[in-house]
């Protein structure tokens, strides 16, 4: 089976962490050798740690924004080759955080190492923006994923939304600020627009 570069994305409370997870332990479980890597940005539940919201969680390697991921599965994989082993899967939980030449490297390691690897992370920003590493894993993944939530309408959600400690939709500010449920609320587009509308009304 041929290699692949793989990209599932989905808003916040869609159960990405998750998913990365339960697949992390099943290939474990059937002794497929996997590497768990998240950007070192990634600060919620510390340092070399990934967790999802039902408590699950397992420990894994921290890329740094100048941290070459080609070079750093190479030298885990030939550490394995040394075992007679080899390395299969590479999983990146909050994918959106990678800078666009990681995202390069990644695909060197589908092409180069023929290593399959998994992203999982946000599409967009708070404002609706692409994130860049997110935009070139749209740009270079060979298979595409949305892992779908929905709105407290019902509705499809699309827009991490960032709420201020009054209850407030944020529209300005930086693109990365780390946060959980007291930061963020997934929502549909049209909600978002309403809440946005009616605080305007009211200023």
């Excluded at 599965?73 to 299969?88: D, G, Q, R």
């Amino acid at each position: 089976m041929s290699k692949k570069l793989y990209f599932y994305y989905g808003t916040m409370a869609s159960a990405k962490t998750l998913r990365l997870l339960t697949t992390a332990y099943n290939f474990e479980e059937n002794s497929i050798e996997t590497l768990v890597m998240k950007p070192a940005q990634d600060t919620r539940d510390g340092d070399g740690v990934i967790k999802s919201r039902t408590g699950l969680q397992r420990p894994c390697v921290m890329v740094g924004k100048e941290d070459n991921v080609f070079l750093m599965i190479e030298k885990y994989n030939s550490e394995l080759l040394a075992k007679f082993k080899k390395l299969e899967w590479v999983l990146v939980d909050e994918a959106q955080f990678l800078t666009e030449k990681q995202v390069d490297q990644l695909a060197k390691v589908v092409d180069i190492l023929e290593i399959s690897v998994m992203c999982y992370g946000l599409r967009t920003d708070f404002q609706s923006r692409l994130f860049s590493g997110s935009k070139r894993l749209m740009e270079l993944a060979d298979d595409l994923e949305e892992i779908k939530a929905s709105c407290k309408c019902g509705r499809k959600t699309n827009i991490n939304a960032r709420i201020d400690s009054h209850g407030k939709v944020i529209t300005e500010g930086d693109q990365v600020m780390v946060g959980g449920d007291d930061l963020y609320r997934p929502m549909c587009r049209k909600c978002w627009y309403k809440m946005i509308s009616r605080q305007s009304k009211h200023e």
